[in-house]
């Protein structure tokens, strides 16, 4: 079964730092583009950016840039998503998915993470 | 970036009724090398991360049920339910993919009338 498994909820005060994880499994996790969707309380869906873990090659929301980095170690099949110093409007459900179709950049994603809620207060 | 602009925010349907929900892309999506439409169509339910249901505009994901269907071309598509389902209560988002950023639609949220 194809699965994108998200580390645990976090709960951080403003000015720490965050690194969230989505772990791959059932296919092959190197040759899939996989990116982050945030989701604010009660609000739409945002694309963040995406990467391709054979090689790392990254592609930021230019709304996004500099906010965050999206990495991956393809050695244990994990995309990761990190922040330096996590802002109050950070809040917010965060998935990892994985798209469709094995190489493309330009492709939907088709399996989704369970999600990870991170909750930034002082 | 591209914008996508749903209409309607919110719509409420009959049980067996047919729902429409439309998305409008702010310039083409559709890559005419290969003439496919860059767009899907995602369905979330309460509590739970969204679902593909539908890609390059059409064709269904595998498992997704036939009274799901896309449609349109270039900037305007649709997602329609041909009869709604008591399980169909979701917001649904239309995602545009031809260039990044990778923009959803604002979503739509379906209700049982």
């Known amino acids: 079964e194809v699965q994108l498994v998200q580390s645990g909820a976090e709960v951080k005060k403003p000015g720490e730092s965050l690194k969230i994880s989505c772990k791959g499994s059932?296919?092959?996790?190197?040759?899939?583009?996989i990116g982050w969707v945030r989701q604010m309380p009660g609000k739409g869906l945002e694309w963040m950016g995406i990467?391709?873990?054979?090689?790392?090659?990254?592609i930021y929301s230019p709304s996004f840039q500099g906010q965050f980095t999206i990495s991956a170690d393809k050695s244990i099949s994990t995309a990761y998503l990190q922040w330096r110093s996590l802002k109050a409007s950070d809040t917010a459900m965060y998935y990892c998915?994985?798209?469709?179709?094995?190489?493309?950049?330009?492709?939907?994603?088709?399996?989704w993470g369970q999600g990870t809620m991170v909750t930034v207060s002082s | 970036d591209i914008v996508m602009t749903q209409s309607p925010d919110s719509l409420a349907v009959s049980l067996g009724e047919r729902a429409t929900i439309n998305c409008k892309s702010s310039?083409?999506?559709?890559?005419?090398?290969?003439?496919?439409?860059?767009l899907a169509w995602y369905q979330q339910k309460p509590g739970q991360p969204p679902k593909l249901l539908i890609y390059?505009?059409?064709p269904r994901e595998s498992g997704v049920p036939d009274r799901f269907s896309g449609s349109g071309s270039g900037t305007d598509f649709t997602l329609t339910i041909s009869s709604l389902q008591a399980e169909d209560v979701a917001v649904y988002y239309c995602?545009?993919?031809?260039?990044?950023?990778?923009?959803f639609g604002q979503g739509t949220k379906l209700e049982i009338k």
């Open positions: 998915a994985k798209h469709g179709i094995s190489r493309a950049p330009f492709d939907a994603f088709d399996i």
């Open positions: 059932g296919y092959s996790f190197t040759n899939y583009w």
């Open positions: 990467i391709y873990p054979s090689d790392s090659d990254t």
């Open positions: 310039q083409s999506v559709l890559y005419s090398s290969n003439n496919k439409n860059y």
């Open positions: 390059w505009a059409s």
């Open positions: 995602q545009q993919y031809y260039t990044t950023p990778y923009t």
